[in-house]
């Protein structure tokens, strides 16, 4: 069964310090992943993917992602954070060897608190 | 682009009320998302089309709730009659092929 694991509900953070946001993930086939941030009353925006290739994936804002494939693991990070990175952060996969299949698997979020 | 539009972006109403959200994808874009989202489950996919035919709705809760995509432009999700335990956020997204999702801004729906 395909599924995505977000460990930690809430991370807190100093401004100005490196943030990381975990996800692993369970998926039969080729792992696509992603990233997408939710601020408060909005909806969900996308940050980065990895479908292929380098294993570390640059997305917006600043924020990055590496894909670990013998850890199952696609963590979020950045290398200092902002008081206005304070978000949801949602992590999602879907096998990419599903075809037509374009069923997103979603964590449940990680409220992600920076303080100043 | 516009991004994916939704409307209305808030609806109230009174409970056993018919109830429809409407979305408009990204044009090119062939896939469209229905999603659920409230604090006690989070964010739960409900339904999603492939050009325009649905391929799982195995998300969608109840016999209430049904949606229509009759051209590649627009999406209707309809709850009738509505309850309050249908009160949430629900969020339309469109992608093509491999590419992100992209998601509209929300309605807010809430059945007194």
């Known amino acids: 069964a395909q599924s995505v694991a977000q460990p930690e509900d809430q991370v807190n953070v100093a401004e100005g310090n490196p943030l990381t946001v975990k996800c692993t993930y369970s998926v039969s086939g080729n792992p696509y992943l992603f990233w997408y941030v939710q601020y408060p009353n909005r909806g969900l925006q996308f940050l980065l993917k990895?479908?292929?290739?380098d294993n570390l994936v640059k997305g917006s804002y600043g924020f990055e992602a590496e894909f670990n494939k013998s850890q199952t693991s696609f963590h979020l990070k950045k290398p200092s954070a902002l008081v206005s990175d304070s978000a949801l952060y949602f992590c999602a996969v879907r096998d990419g060897d599903a075809g037509n299949n374009r069923k997103l698997i979603w964590g449940l979020g990680t409220s992600l608190a920076v303080n100043p | 682009d516009a991004g994916v539009i939704q409307s209305p972006r808030h609806e109230v109403t009174e409970m056993g009320q018919e109830v429809t959200l409407r979305c408009k994808p990204i044009s090119g874009h062939n896939s469209l998302f229905w999603y659920r989202q409230t604090m006690m489950r989070g964010l739960e996919l409900l339904i999603y089309?492939?050009?325009?035919?649905?391929?799982?709705d195995s998300g969608m809760p109840e016999d209430r709730f049904s949606a229509k995509m009759p051209n590649a432009s627009f999406s209707t999700l309809k709850i009738q009659p509505s309850e309050p335990r249908d009160s949430a956020v629900y969020f339309c997204?469109?992608?093509?092929?491999?590419?992100?999702?992209?998601f509209g801004p929300g309605t807010r729906l809430t059945v007194t």
């Open positions: 089309f492939n050009n325009n035919v649905p391929i799982d």
């Open positions: 997204a469109s992608s093509k092929e491999s590419r992100a999702g992209y």
């Open positions: 990895y479908i292929t290739g």
